[in-house]
């Protein structure tokens, strides 16, 4: 795909909507058919044996590649400036699929305190149950990757910005500090998008999506991607995806994103301008003690966040001087936005990680919260209504806080 008459390489935008697609090769379509099939049917048996030994590019089965995903992943590798991309059915599937891949009996990974609560539950609850060593420390400070990286590391892994909080880790400072020492650096861009923040340019080695977020940005599906080199896509696709997890995005769900996709850039825009209204209005209320938002200035996030994001997000977090009572009564008097988890959609969502992790104790007593995580955090997905409404509302609930 070329911008006819210009020498320069289409922008974002365009990208997001025409890269990999020429719909001459399909009957004209303009939006890409959905392949819905499960299995290939092959001219002869030695046809197959071509596919089967890479001689010749066709399809084999489902499970492991489909041509509707494969033009969701070469979509998605050429926004992030990756070589190749493996879209599986879930942001865990895609957080499993790469540690299982890539991670063996007597490995380490060192990864930030602080992480979804999932991935959080995977790092602190499974590896360590397969002999892999898990490595917390606090990477807001990547000095201290000094004392945590050894011969036997194998990956570097966080989120940025995090979850639930927003913090931001400098990714470029991280790469600095791993240089030499063979290990790779994962990086969870769920919270930033694409279009946001592209880690490989910082020095990241792979990263990761929910696509479920912003990239789908409806809240209508679940599905994950990883991103990077075409070797390491290639072993997480034809061992973590084929048969450790076997967590296949469907061929529906690819084209739903690829739709979702086409607005990226529009969106983000949107959220960004809102929550950064937001975040002011938070910052400045007397009933409000503290506020996160990487693009509030004179924070040392927003120092790090200029580097490495060209914008905002819409994810913030912020605590009430009336703490976990507070989040919870401010929180109950929300109108317009959804008390839900998850992020990213064009509804707004809210949620108090500590109320929820208290009920899920009762049923699972192994849960436990994120370190890091405080008691009065409230976690704010600002959403794509008009943004005079959601400050509205926000100061409706904030009112008798
Ligand atoms: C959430 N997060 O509400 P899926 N990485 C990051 C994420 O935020 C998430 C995943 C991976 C939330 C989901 S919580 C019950 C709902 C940074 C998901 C996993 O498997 O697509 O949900 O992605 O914070």
Same mark, same amino acid.
């Given at each position: ?6 020498? !320069? ?25 959905i392949f819905m099939t499960s299995t290939y ?18 399809y084999l089965y489902g499970r492991t590649a489909n041509p509707t995903q494969a033009l969701l992943e070469?979509?998605l590798?050429?926004?992030? &400036?990756?070589?190749?991309c493996v879209a599986v059915a879930s942001g865990m599937a895609a957080v499993g699929s790469l540690?299982l891949s ?7 990974? *060192? ?6 609560? $999932? ?28 004392? @945590? ?13 995090? $979850? ?9 400072? *991280? ?10 650096? *994962? ?23 929910s696509l479920t977020?912003?990239? $789908?940005?409806?809240?209508?599906l679940l599905a994950g991607a990883v ?6 896509i290639d072993?997480i696709r034809s061992n973590g995806l084929n048969f450790i997890t076997g967590a296949t995005l469907s061929p529906m769900a690819a084209f739903l994103i ?32 503290? *506020? ?7 924070? !040392? ?12 997000? @819409? ?7 009336? &703490? ?19 992020? &990213? ?26 370190? &890091? ?29």
């Amino acid at each position: 795909m070329s911008t006819h008459g210009k020498n !320069r390489p289409p922008g974002f935008q365009t990208r997001a909507i025409h890269h990999g697609y020429d719909p001459r090769k399909l009957l004209g379509a303009v939006a890409p058919p959905i392949f819905m099939t499960s299995t290939y049917s092959f001219e002869g048996v030695e046809d197959a044996a071509a596919v089967m030994s890479h001689e010749r590019e066709g399809y084999l089965y489902g499970r492991t590649a489909n041509p509707t995903q494969a033009l969701l992943e070469a979509r998605l590798a050429n926004l992030e &400036g990756a070589e190749a991309c493996v879209a599986v059915a879930s942001g865990m599937a895609a957080v499993g699929s790469l540690m299982l891949s890539l991670l063996s009996q007597d490995d380490e990974i *060192v990864v930030h305190r602080t992480l979804y609560s $999932n991935t959080y539950s995977l790092t602190r609850q499974a590896l360590p149950r397969f002999g892999i060593k898990v490595v917390p420390i606090d990477l807001t400070d990547p000095s201290r990757l000094d004392g @945590a990286i050894t011969k036997k590391t194998k990956l570097i892994y966080f989120e940025t910005p995090g $979850n639930p909080s927003s913090e931001v880790i400098d990714i470029a400072a *991280v790469a600095a500090r791993a240089r030499n020492s063979g290990a790779r650096i *994962v990086v969870d861009s769920t919270f930033a998008s694409p279009y946001v923040q592209r880690p490989l340019e910082h020095g990241a080695h792979l990263v990761l999506h929910s696509l479920t977020k912003y990239i $789908n940005g409806h809240g209508d599906l679940l599905a994950g991607a990883v991103l990077g080199d075409a070797a390491t896509i290639d072993r997480i696709r034809s061992n973590g995806l084929n048969f450790i997890t076997g967590a296949t995005l469907s061929p529906m769900a690819a084209f739903l994103i690829m739709r979702g996709m086409k607005t990226l850039k529009l969106r983000m825009k949107q959220h960004a301008e809102s929550a950064q209204a937001v975040a002011e209005m938070l910052a400045a209320h007397p009933a409000v003690a503290w *506020v996160r938002y990487p693009f509030l200035p004179g924070s !040392r996030d927003y120092e790090v966040a200029r580097r490495q994001m060209i914008s905002g997000s @819409a994810m913030m977090s912020f605590g009430l001087k009336a &703490g976990y009572a507070g989040a919870v009564a401010m929180m109950d008097r929300l109108q317009l936005i959804s008390r839900a988890v998850s992020l &990213g959609d064009a509804e707004s969502l809210i949620m108090h990680p500590a109320s929820l992790i208290r009920a899920r104790q009762k049923f699972y007593p192994e849960t436990r919260m994120a370190e &890091g995580v405080t008691d009065d955090l409230i976690r704010l997905s600002i959403g794509l209504e008009e943004t005079d409404d959601l400050l509205d509302d926000i100061t409706q609930a904030l009112a008798g806080a």
